[in-house]
Each structure stands twice: as structure tokens, then as C-alpha cells.
């Protein structure tokens, strides 16, 4: 077993998730080497100040413009998106995930049985959608006149034709041909991946690589059935097993992170990146481009994987939690509150809002893990041009700081005129 303090786990897992020391892709192969390194690009229609998945891709990515990710899945058919934990994944994994999808159709004790329900209860809609998409090749759910078809109350649409879409891509007949702002536009399977991926893998094998890619998602995992986990596919009634076996074969390692309680799990090809970090190196596969955390603090997306799901308290000692969905009396902080990263830790919030009328990036509220740090002139400077960067990433022409309390920090922020997107 290999044991790590709180630093190494942290940093190894920022690292690993292209956060730290600091930003080290650019440009168009940045962007897809970065959807790669995550592994799982969680993806989110809402947009207040940007989408979660644009905002994970800034935080990693030096010249990133909103909705570049789409270039690399549905321009260059690199990725596919998929789940009712919605996400990108790579196109090579895709006949991992078709066995999945086959799952899901099937019904199956890890896989969600909602929608063999729903094939089922729809099954007329279902193959008349098949039939149009053979005729027409693409199909957005707008293509279908509401009042022509039956009404349903299901948490995946209003009628039957949205819930005969949304089942044929989920058992995997369709795919994600493009998108329209954020609507899926959809064609058959063979309209849209490689001939060569359509194809199913070996199930004992595909189970081992759901619980190997979970391990490399989160970095250092504890396993744990979660509900995102669950809909990762992660084949828990058989988990036990697997992880024994894995660790048999030298696949994966097990972890233990000083202060913390549970066994964790890592892939055995990363513990020379851990060891590496635990002695004070920095990996040359993470060497920074520009600017490293340090110098310029991050912004991290509110469904990062470093941070979601409680993972901001255990390993940073930062209590996070994406209010967005609770009552406005209930919100402590903000409805669209971002953690910021300076160096490896997590110091400070902040909740915002862009007006786009008014072409104005504007601060709502800020919070210092440590109030001390508003007179810590590297972490000051740090801050102003991480909000620069993040200002011309927006493409806001205005910025308004004026909500910030501390006046070294208002007038420093302040004082600032958007750059132009590098």
C-alpha cells in the first residue's frame, strides 16, 4: 500500500486533472488533450456566466473560447456525448459504453432501468422516430409539433417523440450529431462514429475498464457508490471482484492518504507521477506553458471533478456546495459561487453574474477563506489577472468589482481594463 500526505494527494490529483502547477495546453489539440486528461467532461445547459464544461476547459486551457469542446466532438468526432450523467467521452472508448448502452436496454442491476421502462411504455414512438431518422438523417426534438403527439410527464420530456429520441440515444441506435446552442441534434449510430467503433467489447472486460476509468477520473478514489458513479456505469454489484482481481494483476493500487480514514485506489501507471510529486518534483508531462496557479489563481467550474460531490472539504478543507438548485433563502453564498485555486488550495469564492445586454462581468459577492490574504500583494496580483483572463474569456467589455468589501482588493480588481482573449 502507498501512503501520501494531504499535500501529495491534493496536488497529484490537481495535476492529473491539468490544474496544477498551472495551465500546460493551448489552442485547438490543447482543447482535445484536455477532454482526454479529464476523462469525463461533465457537461450542463445552464449558462449564467458560462457553462460548467466551458469553464472547466478555461481553468485548463490558455486560449479557450466558449464552446471549443464541440469542435473536437462534433467537428472532429474525437468524442461523444452520453448518460443521464451527461458527459464527453472518447470516441475509441465508445464500444466500452456501447455494452452499456446495451445494459441500460436490457435492464441490468448497475444500469439505470429507467429507461428499459421507457422503451417499452413508448415502444410505437419509438420505432417511428427510427424510421424518420432513416429517412431524414437528423432529428432534434423541435422537428416534432407538440400538439401532434402524445403528452407524457416524464423528467426527460413533454412528449412522446422527445422520450423516443432520448431512449434511442441512450441505448445507443442514435448519437449526438451536433448541437444547436446546446439542443442535441441526432442521427443514427453509423451517421456519426467510425465504422470500426461500432462494435462491443468483451462485458469481464468492459467492467474492469468502468472501474479503472472511474479510478483515473477522480485520480485517487474511494470507490464509493455515488449517485454520479452510478450513472458512470460503475458495475458496483460486481465491485468487489473486480478490485480484487485488479489489484492482483498490478492493475491498481491501493492508497493512503494521512488523515483520512477510507482506502483509496490509484492506477498502477500513476504512482511514479504520486511518488514523483510526494518528493517535491514536478512531473515534466505538467510543466506549465505560461503562468503557473501560483502566479495566476484558477476558477474552477462549479462541477469540476477536484471539488464536486464533497470532495472540496476532504481534500482541501473547503466547504463547497453548488447552490444553484436551492432555495434562494437557503444559499449561503450565491447561486452560481466559483472556488478559486491559488497554487494548490482552494482560498477563496466568488458568486457573479454576466449581463450580456450590458456586456458587463460583474462581482456579486467574495469570500477569503483567510481575510489575511487581502494584503498578501502576490496573491492581490495573482487574483487581478486571473480575473483578467477570465474577463476576456467571458468577452466582457466592462467589469465591475464594486460588490467587493476589502478596498485593497476593490480597487486593485478595479482598477483593471479587460484584455482582449489570448
Known amino acids: 500500500m502507498l501512503t501520501v500526505d494531504r499535500i501529495t494527494a491534493r496536488r497529484f490529483i490537481l495535476g492529473k486533472q491539468g490544474l496544477w502547477p498551472g495551465r500546460r495546453w493551448r489552442g485547438t489539440d490543447g482543447t482535445e488533450q484536455a477532454m482526454r486528461d479529464i476523462e469525463y467532461l461533465q457537461l450542463d445547459p445552464l449558462q449564467v456566466i458560462a457553462r460548467s464544461q466551458d469553464i472547466a476547459l478555461h481553468s485548463r486551457v490558455f486560449d479557450y473560447a466558449p464552446e471549443q469542446w464541440q469542435d473536437a466532438a462534433y467537428g ?15 470516441m475509441s472508448d465508445l464500444p466500452y459504453w456501447r455494452v452499456v448502452m446495451q445494459r441500460e436496454r436490457d435492464g441490468h442491476p448497475d444500469c439505470d432501468n429507467r429507461v428499459r421502462k421507457m422503451g417499452v411504455e413508448h415502444a410505437e414512438a419509438i420505432a417511428e422516430v427510427r424510421e424518420l431518422l432513416r429517412e431524414r438523417g437528423t432529428l432534434t426534438n423541435r422537428d416534432f409539433d407538440a400538439s401532434a403527439r402524445k403528452k407524457t ?6 412528449k412522446d417523440s422527445a422520450l ?4 434511442l440515444w441512450r441505448v445507443g441506435e442514435v448519437m449526438t450529431h451536433h448541437r444547436e446552442g446546446f439542443e442535441r441534434v441526432y442521427a443514427l449510430a453509423e451517421a456519426v462514429a467510425p465504422a470500426h467503433y461500432l462494435h462491443e467489447r468483451d462485458p469481464a472486460e ?6 479503472k476509468k472511474d479510478i483515473s477520473f477522480e485520480g485517487i478514489s474511494r470507490l464509493s457508490r455515488t449517485a454520479d458513479s452510478y450513472f458512470r456505469g460503475v458495475p458496483f454489484s460486481q465491485k468487489k ?3 480484487d482481481d485488479l489489484l492482483t494483476t498490478g492493475d491498481i493500487t ?7 480514514k477510507p482506502t483509496y485506489y490509484v492506477l498502477a501507471e500513476d504512482v511514479e507521477l504520486i511518488e514523483a510529486v510526494a518528493a517535491g518534483r514536478i512531473p515534466q508531462s505538467w510543466e506549465p506553458i505560461e503562468t503557473t496557479t501560483q502566479e495566476e489563481v484558477s476558477f474552477l467550474a462549479p462541477l469540476d471533478p477536484t471539488i464536486a460531490r464533497g470532495r472540496a472539504k476532504e481534500l482541501f478543507g473547503f466547504d463547497y456546495v453548488w447552490e444553484v438548485y436551492k432555495p434562494a433563502d437557503k444559499r449561503i453564498y450565491g447561486y452560481y459561487t466559483l472556488p478559486i485555486l491559488w497554487g494548490d488550495n ?3 469564492r466568488f458568486d457573479s453574474r454576466f449581463d450580456r445586454a450590458a456586456d458587463t462581468f460583474t462581482i456579486l459577492g467574495f ?6 490574504l487581502a494584503s498578501n500583494d502576490a496573491f492581490v496580483e495573482a487574483l487581478a489577472r486571473g480575473f483578467s483572463r477570465f474577463v476576456a474569456f467571458l468577452g466582457a467589455a466592462k467589469f465591475d468589482s464594486s460588490a467587493i468589501v476589502d478596498p485593497v482588493l476593490r480597487r486593485r480588481l478595479g482598477s483593471q481594463r479587460p484584455r482582449q482573449r489570448s
Open 164 to 167: 423516443a429520441l432520448y431512449y
Open 206 to 211: 468492459v467492467d474492469r475498464f468502468l472501474i
Open 153 to 158: 410527464q416524464s423528467y426527460r420530456g413533454r
Open 76 to 90: 472532429q468526432r474525437q468524442f461523444f456525448d452520453w448518460g443521464g450523467w451527461l458527459a464527453t467521452r472518447p
Open 241 to 243: 471482484p473486480i478490485v
Open 346 to 348: 482552494l482560498v477563496a
Open 254 to 260: 491501493e492508497v493512503k492518504v494521512e488523515g483520512l
Open 367 to 372: 469570500w477569503l477563506e483567510d481575510d489575511g
